[in-house]
Every structure is written in C-alpha cells, then in structure tokens.
C-alpha cells in the first residue's frame, strides 16, 4: 500500500432539505446472514494461497503481473460472478537487479540494502563518504553543495502504530530523498527502511525524480543495518560506503485492472465498488500487500453473489482488483479517468490494502445526511467487533483518485500494528496470514456492500473538478 496524508470529507454541498439515507429494515437480517455465514468460513484464505503460489510476486508490467491478470479473471469467474472484464492500464516498467553494499576502510564489512522502485543503479560500484541525517528535512536544511561527492544517509525511524500512522512522516524520506540529496550535489542515497521490523529485511517502496534535478541510485537498508551506520558514526571517523546496485525503467506496458461485478436486481448500472490491488513489490510474495485484500473482497462479493435473484442487492456490487498500485496508483488513476463520468453511480467506494488484520472502526467520508446509514450498517458490523467512528480516516489508496472527483468513500480500518514489519519485504508471505481473520473481514465487506447497495438514497457522490495530486 501507499498512503498519503488526505483525509477528504464531502461537504454538505447538497440541499438543506436533502432526505436522509436510509437502510431498509428487509435488508437487515440478509446482512446479518451474510456476516455470520462468513465467519463460518469463506474462500479467501484459499485465494490468496492459489494467488501467492501459483503467481506469487507481481511486479507492475512483468510476466508474473501478466499471469496474476489471467489469474484474476479465472478467479472471479469461479466464484460465480456476473460479469468479468479488464480494462488497460499504461505503466512504465521497472526492474531490479543484484544489489551490494558494503563498509569500506577500517571497518569494513557489509550491509543489506535493496534498491527503492522507479531508482536508477549505480552503473558498476560507486564508492563515497556518507553524511548522516536525523530526517528528511535537516538533510534539505543543509548548505547548498555540502553533500558533493557524497552519498546521503537519512536514518529517521518508522513510529509503529496500530492505524500505520507513522507511515506518513517517514516515508517522505524514502518518496522525496533522492531530488532533495541531489540538490545538494550527493552521488546516490541510501535510507533506513521504511518499517517497524528488527528483522534483517530491507524494504523497498516507490521513490520519485524530478526532470530538473540529476536522477541519483536510491536504496533502503535494514533497520539493524541502519543501526550498524549510526554507531560506526558514533565512532566520529569518516564512513566510506560502496553501492553497487542494478535497477531502471526499461520502457512502457500495458496492464489491467480486472473487474468482477455481481449485478444489482434494480438498478444495475449503479455500483458499490469495494476491492484491492493486484500488483506486489518484487521482494516477497505480496500476501499481505494486497493478496490479502483481493482475497477478501473477492470473497466478499462471491458471497453476495450466492445470494438467491430476490435478495439481490438493489445495486450492482463492483470488485475492482486494481494494477500498478504500488507505482503511483496508475490502476485506480486511470479507472477514475475512464469512468470520469459515471462518478455519481459510484455510490460509494472501500479498499482493503493494510494487510490481513482484523477490521476494528468502519469510517466514511459521506454527506452529513448520509450519516444514519453509516451508523446503521455500523450495527451490523458491531458483533464483529467493529465500531463506528465519525470524523476521522480516509479512503484506501485506489479509492484517492475517486474521491477526488468526488466519490463517497467508506474505511473499513484494519488493525495494521505488525503491517510494517512485513510491508514491502521478502517476508510479506502468505504465512503471515491468519485465516479467521480473513474471514472477519470478508463479513465485514459483504455486509457493508451490501446495505450499502441496498441504501434508500445515496451517501453524497458528485462529479467535483478532478485534483491531480501526484
Ligand atoms: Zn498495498
């Protein structure tokens, strides 16, 4: 996943005399059915297991992503969907290749590092001094050509948070290190990963250049590794680093979302959209990030499928499993641009991309008089030990794009406290993936979908000028 820091919350642009949403009453047992006949046990564990071992990682616009798209489409249909389709994406294609680092001098000996996604390699070794800094900001307050020749070093460490809040203000640091440090004449950047783990697993994630600004090797190292810099630091003598890593974009490809829609009795073109990404980091398996969220809300939109004709969701429920994410959510942009019109039938939407934890609080960003709702369907998800908060949270990644053109959106808050130690490392595997858990949040996501799709009015989507915040 890649979150970013937005919290957006729809305005009461409507009329003062907006009728309030409503979640009919015949709807409620259906749910509560739905819930409790996912508790008793689904598919998901079993789709994230055939996703993590006959595709395993996916990396945006390889072969591997190209099987986990076929794999997708086999998948929905075998679970009964209605209707199943791709719709492209273009993405640019990076790759990864050897990676070494080691201290040199005294104290030589080496290091664990792995390349940042979207860096350059080092073109053969590349040998300098390292300049330490606490965090992104002291290194961009330094004097202008004080890191010539240099390879910087931000050493700030990930806060761990049950919501992953700390993710935020460290992952500035691994985003926007390599413009800033190259502005100020350094040859390349390493990070300490952006992680909450002890274990010796660095951990890569999207960085970004600018045109203007020469485009320098980033890598992560481990936390102990990063550990190691800061007391050889300590030791108040010059560290000499060599980086000798492979790593570029090699062109452009075109991937897929992949869609599975299970059709609403009323008002089929109407949509409650709920789903995760498709896509992986290359380092492990991508079970947690997102395995486990297309396994659950493919799951989820299964079950409501098994549903007999006349207890169909009035709506129809859409499971997007979206691509690219971890490179830009280029997926969940170009879904957003291609239904660009349609914002409006986009009742509302929900991601699953923070692991395999359980839900704790269901949040939404909805219309003051769409809040009833929220609270209603909230009921059904309180014996799941589920509460309802108001006023806080924000959408999942592939849901930003969306909202921003104004989309009502719904956060179903996973307990994210161990997310980190795992995120975007070779050990995101599919053991650390708790089957009931799975199941939890697969009743969670089939009943909200489903009083979401059967509401009486609607939470507050409108076409609003599209933000491009990238
Ligand atoms: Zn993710």
Do not use: C
């Amino acid at each position: 996943m890649r979150m970013l820091g937005l919290a957006l919350v729809l305005t009461a642009a409507t009329a003062a005399a907006d009728t309030p949403t409503r979640i009919p009453e015949r709807a409620i047992p259906i749910a509560e059915a739905l819930r409790d006949r996912a508790l008793a046990g689904t598919p998901a564990f079993d789709i994230v297991e055939d996703l993590t071992t006959t595709v395993g990682p996916r990396l945006p616009g390889s072969q591997a992503d190209a099987r986990a798209v076929a794999w997708a489409v086999a998948k929905f249909k075998a679970l009964g969907f209605d209707r199943v389709w791709t719709e492209p994406v273009t993405i640019p294609v990076w790759r990864r290749g050897h990676a070494r680092a080691e201290v040199v001098g005294a104290f030589a000996q080496p290091l664990v590092i792995t390349a940042l996604g979207g860096s350059v390699g080092t073109d053969g070794a590349l040998e300098a001094e390292i300049a330490e800094f606490p965090t992104l900001q002291a290194l961009r307050e330094a004097p202008e050509g004080s890191l010539a020749g240099k390879i910087a070093f931000i050493s700030n460490r990930m806060e761990r948070f049950i919501d992953g809040s700390g993710y935020g203000p460290a992952v500035v640091a691994r985003s926007n290190g390599a413009v800033e440090a190259a502005r100020l004449g350094a040859k390349a950047i390493v990070i300490r990963s952006i992680g909450t783990n002890s274990a010796r697993f660095p951990h890569t994630g999207n960085m970004r250049y600018v045109d203007d600004v020469p485009k320098i090797p980033a890598a992560a190292l481990s936390n102990p590794d990063a550990d190691q810099l800061l007391r050889l630091l300590a030791r108040g003598q010059p560290v000499r680093l060599r980086l000798d890593f492979e790593a570029g974009t090699i062109g452009e490809h075109t991937t897929h979302n992949v869609i599975g829609e299970i059709t609403g009795r009323e008002r089929p073109d109407e949509v409650v959209v709920i789903g995760a990404h498709l896509d992986s980091w290359d380092l492990g398996t991508g079970a947690l990030d997102d395995g486990a969220g297309i396994a659950i809300t493919m799951a989820a939109g299964a079950l409501i499928g098994q549903l007999d004709k006349t207890q169909r969701p009035r709506r129809s429920v859409r499971v997007i499993a979206w691509g690219a994410e971890e490179i830009g959510l280029l997926g969940a942009y170009a879904y957003a641009a291609r239904h660009a019109d349609a914002i409006t039938r986009h009742l509302i939407g929900a991601e699953s991309d923070f692991g395999a934890g359980r839900i704790y609080a269901l949040r939404a960003g909805v219309k003051d008089s769409a809040w009833d709702a929220i609270e209603r369907i909230g009921q059904v998800l309180a014996p799941l030990g589920i509460v309802t908060e108001r006023g806080v949270g924000g959408p999942g990644p592939d849901i930003i794009p969306l909202a921003q053109r104004g989309m009502a959106w719904a956060q179903l808050a996973q307990d994210g406290s161990d997310y980190f130690d795992y995120h975007h490392t070779p050990d995101d595997t599919l053991d650390k993936i708790d089957p009931e858990a799975l199941d939890q949040q697969v009743a969670a996501y089939a009943a909200f979908a489903y009083l979401a799709a059967e509401a009486e009015g609607d939470f507050g989507s409108a076409p609003r000028e599209a933000v491009q915040n990238r």
